[in-house]
C-alpha cells in the first residue's frame, strides 16, 4: 500500500526566506512523486514531477524537489518566498500499476511580508 | 485552451434534493476522476473512471453515483445529499489511467446540504 505524510498542516515563512515544505511516502515499489499547488479559490495545479530520471526534479515558479529513498522524502524547497507562494500545496504518490494517486493532508504555507 | 470545466462553482442545498455536478474536459483524456476535499483530509477519491463506460469506486464513495456516457463527461450524482457532504468537490483527468500521469484539476464545486 502507498501512502504520504505531510509535516506541518501551516508553515508560516518571511517574504525572501527559504520555504521548506516536507513529504514523506511509504511504497512497495518505486513511487511516482507529485507536488501539486492549491491557490485560493483555485483547482490544484502540477507543480512538479519525480519520475526516476533524476533525483532532483525542478518545477515551475522556482521550486524545487529532491527525491531520497534513504529517507523516504521528497521536501518542496524555494530558495527566497515570494508573496504569489502563499497558497495550500499537496504531495502525492502513485504507481504505474495503479489507477490512483494519494494525497498527502497539504500543508499551508503563509508568507509574512 | 485545455481545461476542465465543472458547474455550478457553488451550491446550497437541503437534505435529500437529488443534485448532479457536471465535469466537462476538452482535452480527450481516459482517465477522470472525483474527488472531495475537507479541512485536514487532503483529497479524497470518490469515484473514477479508466475510459467510457468504465467507473469504479475509490475511497470514500457511500451517497455519490457517477456515469461516463462520453470521455469527454463525468458527472458526479448525489441521489439524497446529506450534511456530511457538505465539502469542495473537485474533477480531474488525466491522458490515461495509472499513477504516474499529471491529473488536470477542474475549479472546484462547494457544496453546502443543510
Known amino acids: 500500500a502507498q501512502s504520504v505524510t505531510q509535516l506541518g498542516s501551516h508553515v508560516s515563512v518571511s517574504e525572501g526566506a527559504l520555504v521548506l515544505l516536507r513529504c514523506n511516502y511509504s511504497?512497495?515499489?518505486?513511487?511516482?512523486l507529485f507536488w501539486y499547488v492549491q491557490y485560493p479559490n483555485q483547482g490544484l495545479q502540477l507543480l512538479l514531477k519525480?519520475?526516476?530520471?533524476?533525483?532532483l526534479v525542478k518545477g515551475i515558479n522556482g521550486f524545487e524537489a529532491e527525491f531520497k529513498k534513504s529517507e523516504t522524502s521528497f521536501h518542496l524547497t524555494k530558495p527566497s518566498a515570494h508573496m504569489s507562494d502563499a497558497a495550500e500545496y499537496f504531495c502525492a504518490v502513485g504507481r504505474s500499476s495503479a489507477s490512483k494517486i494519494i494525497f498527502g493532508s497539504g500543508t499551508r504555507l503563509s508568507i509574512r511580508p | 485552451e485545455a481545461q476542465v470545466t465543472q458547474n455550478p462553482r457553488y451550491l446550497i442545498t437541503v437534505t435529500g434534493k437529488k443534485l448532479t455536478v457536471t465535469c466537462s474536459q476538452n482535452m480527450n483524456h481516459e482517465y477522470m476522476s472525483w474527488y472531495r476535499q475537507d479541512p485536514g483530509l487532503g483529497l479524497r477519491q470518490i469515484y473514477y473512471s479508466m475510459n467510457v463506460e468504465v467507473t469504479d469506486k475509490g475511497d470514500v464513495p457511500e451517497g455519490y453515483k457517477v456515469s461516463r456516457k462520453e470521455k469527454r463527461n463525468f458527472p458526479l450524482i448525489l441521489e439524497s445529499p446529506s450534511p456530511n457532504q457538505t465539502s469542495l468537490y473537485f474533477c480531474a483527468s488525466s491522458k490515461l489511467a495509472g499513477g504516474n500521469n499529471e491529473q488536470f484539476f477542474g475549479p472546484g464545486t462547494r457544496l453546502t446540504v443543510l
Open positions: 519525480y519520475t526516476s530520471a533524476a533525483t
Open positions: 511504497s512497495s515499489v518505486p513511487p511516482y
